[in-house]
């Protein structure tokens, strides 16, 4: 399956790893989590989603990255390739991994236009008093104006377009290794002063306190659905990551650490996030829009909370741009490995088009569409819920089974062991095992369980 087409490789690891975390890392942990946990009850459904992302979501990373690897394509053409070895119809896994990244990338542009709006309204605070610049009236102001978010979102993609254009080793890892670790240090501030909070008791035990009762029929597929989300896996970006690694690279090596990195910054996120809304008793802690309610509140009411409230957004803004950049280089890429004619420019601009046309829906979700409820969701919470908590899982599932049939075992042993790391020799059975039939049947059993609970 290796081949040897040329292709663009990372310039140095350190830079794949954070464009990998930074990809992992982006709004999914810090705007989509926390209200993720609010809706299942806490501490039962953080234990759920630490064990998924380690036993489920580590494997099925590291299956992607290895899929990019040897086949040097995008997921278009890998599952193709492996669906013709394993004479079985799996080619529409990659297919649809593909629009899926078109459609997620449309509302995630949206979120990301929050961002950037309570990024320039820090920047405003200089230069107002600090009564007049309320996170309440933003926030309000936002909601209620489709069109400043479709404009803020467009904004986003063409921030994303001119990014991409550059290629993998200008416009990605370049652009990255600036700001993740500020953004790093910031967070971990936060977290630090949020644990002077009076609520902090409280949060703890909600958040570490596994009471499952209160847990749903939903909660293994939400569970499930957010580490793939969170860990890029199902939507073909680690295939694409993957297929711009050298040859010396260790992918299970690569994998397992993303992983880890993502789930310690998604319980990061939590405690951040859940002291300063226990504050504010009057924010449900179920709203999608959670972060931006309490955060920037809580920024403007403290001593130089305007200052590092504009640099927490600017480094929220940069996370949210590379997982931006992360949806968009796999439409992109996939295109122009199946296009051989078709140039990186011109993809990456009808590609991110097309991913503006989708955005007018979730951008006006909160205004022109409010009265639209499915579900008692909004359009965009719907929206997130069909793609993440159902499409997101089958489709990984279709990829990962383009693997399990279209690998032999000893193409596998190959792939995952390395000479030169005895761990690898112990960690093989494990990950095989868990490749073909654990990581399935957890998959099928969530789904199941989520039918379940329409009726129940």
Known sequence: MSSNVRRGAWRTRFGFYLLAIGSACGLGNLWRFPYVVGENGGGAFVLIYVFMSLAIGAPMLINELIMGKTSRRSVLVATQRLSEKAGRGFRWAGRFSVILSIIVLSYYAVISGWVLHFLTQFLISFFSPPEIVTAKTNLAALMSNGWLQFMLASAHLLITIVVVVKGVQEGLEKFISYTMPLFATLVLLLVLRSFSLPSTPE???????????????????????????????????????????????????????????????????????????????????TDPALMFEVLPRYLLGIRGGTLFGLAFFVCLYMAALNASIGLLEVVVSNWVDVQKKMQ?????????????????????????????????????????????????????????????????????????????????????????????WVAPGVIILGLLMQVLDLFF
């Open 203 to 285: 949060v703890l035990r909600f958040l570490f306190y596994p009471d499952f009762s209160k847990l749903t029929w939903s909660s293994l597929n939400h569970a499930i659905g957010h580490v793939f989300f969170t860990l890029s896996v199902g939507f073909g970006t680690m295939v694409t990551f993957g297929s711009y690694m050298k040859e010396d690279d260790h992918a299970p090596t690569a994998g397992f650490r993303v992983t880890v990195v993502d789930t310690v910054i998604s319980l990061i996120a939590v405690v951040m996030i859940f002291p300063l809304a226990f504050q504010a008793s009057n924010v449900p802690l």
């Open 344 to 436: 990186r420019g011109p993809a990456t601009w009808y590609s991110g088009l097309a991913a503006l046309s989708f955005a007018i829906l979730p951008a006006l979700s909160s205004s022109v569409f409010k009265e639209v409820r499915l579900g008692g969701r909004s359009l965009i919470e719907a929206l997130d819920s069909l793609l993440i908590n159902w499409m997101l899982p089958l489709i990984a599932l279709g990829i990962l089974m383009a693997y399990n049939w279209g690998t032999t075992d000893k193409e596998k042993e190959l792939n995952f062991v390395d000479k030169d790391k005895f761990v690898s020799y112990t960690m093989y059975p494990h990950w095989y095992f868990i490749s073909r």
